[in-house]
Every structure is written in C-alpha cells, then in structure tokens.
C-alpha cells in the first residue's frame, strides 16, 4: 500500500478560502458531539464518588498525550458515563494553549478530563478524528482561524457554542484516511528521531562522566585505573591539576558603536555571547567593517579557539571558533599558552563542570563571569595525545547529535509543508495498491 500525490486545478471559494470542488464545508458540530469535561472543586464533597485518573490541558499536546503527570478526582456513576474517555475520542483545549488538539488512544483505563477541555467523538463516517486533529493544527497554528473564535477579552478560551459553529472542510473520507495516514508517518518519523537524540545526548553525557573521570579507557577496563582524589574530584592518577591562568590566557573584545552603521555589514566576522551554545561557530549573526574593527574594543580570534559566555543567560555557555573571527566583550576567549593544552578537550570538559563554574558569578539580578574568575578554574591536565582523543571521541558524538538535529528539522518542515497543501487541496493524495 503506498500514496499517490497530484495537484489539484478544480477550485471553489469557501469561507476557508480556495477547496477542491468536492470538498464540503461543514459546522463541527454537525459531524461531532462536544462536550466539555468536568470542572475542578477543592471542597466538592466525596462520599459514594469513585476516584479516578482526569486529563488537563497540560496533557494535550499539538498530536500527542503527554501523562507524565496525571491528576486525580471524584467523580459519580452518571458524570462517569458522560465524561468518560473512549479511544479515539479527540481532545481540543478551551484554554490555555486555545485549540490545541490530540486524540485520545486509550493509553489509561478509565480516565475523564477536566472543563477546560473539550472532547470530540466525531460522526466516524464522515470525519476522521486524526484528520480534525491536524486541520485542528493548521486552522489554529498556520492560518490563525481560531484566533476570532476564542474569547481574548479576559483569559483566552474556547466555548463549546463557538466549537461547534467552527468551520471544517470534508473531504471525501478516503482521502481523510490518506492524508492523516501521510502525516502520522511523518510525525512517527519526527517522535523517532526525537528518541535517537535523547539517546545520544544521553550517551554524550555518561561519556563525559567517565572521560573526565578514568580517562581514555574503554568501559570494561576502568578497574584498572588508579584514581586520586583533587578538588576537581576524582581523576586518573598520572593527570597533574592546574589554573587555567597557568597554561592559558584569556582574553575579550568589544561591541562597535550602534549608531554608526558604517561600523556593520562588512565582510568580518562578529560573535556575540548569545551565539554560544555549546556549539561549534562556523558562522556569525552579524559582522562588522574594518572600520568597526578599529575603532571598537572587538578584537579576532584564531581558529580553534575555546570561547565562554560570561553575562546574560548564556552565561557559562561555550563555543569552539571553527573560523578566524571577533568578539564582543561579553565573550572570555582561551588561548594556549603551552603546547599540552588541546582546546577541544576544555570544550567540552568546561561543558561538564558548567554549574561549578555558574556558582561563581558575582552580582545582583543578572550575576556574571568575569576573565579573574575563569583564570582561577581548577582544571585537569591529561597527557596531550589523551586529551586529543577524548576531543575526538566527544566531538564524534557532538556530530551524531548534529546529524540527526539537522534530520529532525528537515522532517519538520516537510510535515508542515505537506500540512499547508494537504489541508488547503493545492496537493491531493490517494491510496494505491502497489
């Protein structure tokens, strides 16, 4: 079984705007019933209720029921079988985030929801309840259709009337099929790429740990490892413990006058501290003119670089400079004063030790780092070709991670493209057999 996809030339004006010709335009409540769940009580009274699990909007997710978190009320015999959850049942949110919607997949017996909740149980021969979910999707996030339906005069919400007078297109049931069948796969696809990043960030973090603890040693070997306690915990025996100030300098730069435009624009490189995400910086948000350069405070540094933001909330955040460039002043730049010094290997050590390195900010509302309290750093000195390794090890899993960041987003905007013309009919797809 796979899809077939063609464009649509057969349009006609609806108050959705531009749909196939035969496509309709209904009311929700024409081809669902709605009804809105129950609402919280901190004195209701309990006796000859029954306890059970409730959804509330901070269950709902855009396609997707989040339970980490579930609540519990009571509830009578007759509320139970008017709000009890059936699987497949759709869930649109009255507050809060207004519209947004997920179907109910029965993932706990026995729950309900709560008021701010609405739930739709569709007429299933003609609507299908995970093609509302993603029109639910495109109408309040891509064409902003609830926006005059929901009441933004006090708390924004989303009344059951307003619901069911709702506009929706219906198409044919068959291509409902296709095109929700289409969009749960890419999604499927976008939720599985989301688990390979948590693994591997994951995997980058217990790495870390062991790395900057026994070294360059395979997991099975660490027993063989002879530890000593420092003030930087425990570490391999034959590493030394030095300042930073020790074996390297530091350095920052400086902002060109903002209202002298000649000073942006020109062909050099300018970083700034927000831009540091424990990332490697190939390119920069801005850049400035010699003429900026010179007369400004910014000044270049090398490639291969290690960078820490020092003020704001990037604070503590690094950068590894995979170009020639310049920098701002709230950028501390690391420069090696020894040859044993490898900056990737503090990329991402100073990456691990980042809250001991925040719990020194100084100053009121906003603390920051200063170039005195970053030279003072303890930090390990492994053997160069050690360090090398470790850089590289870490560096291969940075790149796992970049990939498949890189994938997801991609996958991200073919979801929305083929949300845009799925709902809108500029695409149409059909089932076929082969």
Not at 37 to 50: A, P, R, V
Not at 260 to 287: R, V
Not at 314 to 331: E, F, P, S
Request: aromatic letters at 10%; hydrophobic letters at 35%.
């Amino acid at each position: 079984m796979g899809f077939e996809f063609y464009e649509e030339r057969d349009f006609k004006d609806t108050e959705l705007g531009p749909l196939p010709v035969d496509w309709k335009v209904v009311r929700l409540g024409e081809v669902a019933e709605i009804r809105q769940g129950k609402q919280l009580s901190s004195k209701e009274d309990t006796e000859g209720k029954i306890k059970m699990p409730f959804l509330r909007t901070s269950n709902v997710f855009w396609n997707k029921i989040d339970l980490k978190i579930i609540s519990f009320m009571y509830f009578t015999e007759e509320e139970i079988s008017k709000l009890k959850l059936k699987n497949g049942d759709v869930l649109i949110c009255e507050g809060g985030d207004v519209g947004r919607t997920a179907v109910w997949e029965g993932q706990i017996e026995n729950c309900s929801y709560q008021n701010h909740l609405h739930r739709v149980r569709v007429h299933s021969d003609k609507l299908l309840n995970y093609f509302l979910s993603f029109f639910m999707e495109y109408a309040v996030l891509h064409r902003q259709l609830l926006v005059s339906n929901a009441n933004r005069t006090t708390i924004p919400n989303l009344s059951s009337s307003r619901l069911k007078q709702f506009p929706i297109p219906l198409p044919p049931l068959e291509e409902q099929k296709a095109i929700a069948e289409v969009l749960r796969s890419v999604q499927s696809a976008i939720e599985k790429t989301e688990e390979v990043i948590r693994a591997t960030k994951e995997l980058k973090k217990s790495m870390m740990k062991h790395l900057f603890t026994y070294g360059y040693v395979p997991v099975d070997e660490i027993d063989k490892v002879r530890l000593k306690e420092t003030k930087i915990g425990f570490i391999p025996e034959h590493w030394k413990v030095v300042r930073l100030g020790e074996v390297a300098e530091t350095f920052s730069g400086g902002t060109p006058r903002r209202d002298i435009k000649e000073y942006y624009g020109g062909n050099i490189k300018w970083l700034k501290s927000g831009e540091l995400k424990d990332n490697f910086i190939f390119s920069t948000e801005e850049t400035i003119t010699p003429e900026g350069l010179k007369n400004s405070s910014a000044k270049y540094v090398d490639k291969g670089t290690l960078l820490i933001a020092m003020y704001g909330a990037t604070a503590g955040k690094v950068g590894y400079a995979m170009d020639r460039l310049t920098i701002n002043q709230a950028i501390c730049a690391i420069k090696p004063k020894i040859a044993d010094f490898h900056s990737l290997f503090y990329f991402y050590f100073f990456q691990k030790i980042r809250e001991n390195i925040l719990s020194l900010r100084y100053g009121g509302a906003q603390p920051n780092l200063n170039q005195q309290i970053i030279s003072n750093l303890s930090i390990p000195l492994p053997p160069l070709e050690e360090q090398k390794a470790i850089g590289e090890v870490l560096r291969a899993i940075d790149e796992k991670l970049q990939k498949e960041e890189e994938y997801k987003k991609a996958l991200q905007n073919l979801f929305k493209s083929l949300l845009h013309h799925l709902m809108s009919g500029k695409i149409r797809v059909r089932r076929t057999t082969n």
